[in-house]
């Protein structure tokens, strides 16, 4: 059931590379990227990707997004997004090739964040005044997106366009904060079922297109489950990233899977994540 016992004070990101069939994931407030064979550390804080090419990936810091390859190290700067006050969160490909992430507040100031999409060479803030932004996923036809702000309790939808933009106002589309919970990291399976980590609830809970709840699935001695990703080799297992962050020497005792990253088999069957399509390079 533990996938990789290294603790991350926040673990995020989970991003189950579909060509490479490894998993990567972030440990935000360590400015690290990790898979179970290597780790990579950055200047700055990091914490969501999605794949560009087998060996490069797109990912979102606390002052935008860079390239970087895998093998060599390479990094090259892609778009400048939030300000000095904010970094990065949850994101995630959409299913039109471009990336979708979160801004916010490095102390989740409210009203800080914002919700991010950038394709074909073009970053657009979508929307903002959001506190701590994330459960970023997309229907499996790519017309509808959902994002949610953990601090409202309020999972969002928005219907999207044939290139991915949204079209027209979001609207509430589950309501956690009623039942106490607090909506993280999210991702939809091949039956448009969402599949939300819920953080301090140490579980990942599955709803119906439509909303309902369905079933959910616990981290053993880990409450602040943070993104679920469907992986391994026909995508049926459920892998799940947690943190330590904030809790007390007591807690992190009584709880002492917190941090490390968990692997369900047989859950459910997810999809591919989709590739960032980057525009061609100038020369």
Request: glycine fraction near 10%.
């Amino acid at each position: 059931m533990i996938y990789d016992a290294r603790p991350c004070e926040l673990g995020e990101g989970a991003l189950w590379h579909p060509l490479r069939e490894e998993l990567f994931w972030f440990d935000i407030l360590n400015r690290t990227l990790h898979s179970r064979a290597q780790s990579w550390s950055f200047p700055e804080l990091v914490s969501a990707a999605g794949w560009v090419g087998r060996d490069e990936l797109l990912i979102a810091s606390e002052t935008g997004l860079f390239r970087f390859h895998l093998d060599s190290g390479a990094r090259s700067p892609v778009a400048a997004a939030g300000t000095a006050a904010t970094r990065s969160n949850d994101g995630r490909a959409d299913r039109q090739g471009g990336f979708w992430f979160g801004t916010m507040g490095r102390k989740a100031e409210k009203g800080a964040g914002a919700v991010w999409r950038w394709r074909d060479g073009e970053l657009r803030q979508l929307f903002k005044g959001i506190s701590i932004p994330n459960s970023i996923c997309f229907t499996p036809d790519g017309r509808v997106a959902h994002f949610s702000d953990t601090a409202t309790g309020q999972v969002m939808k928005v219907a999207l366009d044939a290139a991915g933009w949204p079209q027209g106002t979001p609207e509430a589309w589950l309501d956690l904060d009623r039942a106490g919970l607090n909506p993280d990291g999210a991702v939809i399976d091949a039956e448009g079922r969402f599949w939300n980590a819920q953080w301090g609830a140490g579980r990942v809970a599955c709803y119906t297109p439509d909303g309902r709840f369905l079933q959910a699935v616990e981290t053993p001695d880990a409450t602040q489950s943070s993104c679920p990703a469907f992986g391994g080799p026909d995508l049926s297992t459920l892998f799940v990233t947690t943190a330590l962050e904030n809790m007390s020497a007591e807690a992190r005792a009584r709880h002492p899977a917190s941090g490390q990253v968990f692997a369900f088999p047989a859950v459910a069957r997810g999809l591919a994540e989709p590739q960032v399509l980057m525009p061609p390079k100038d020369g």
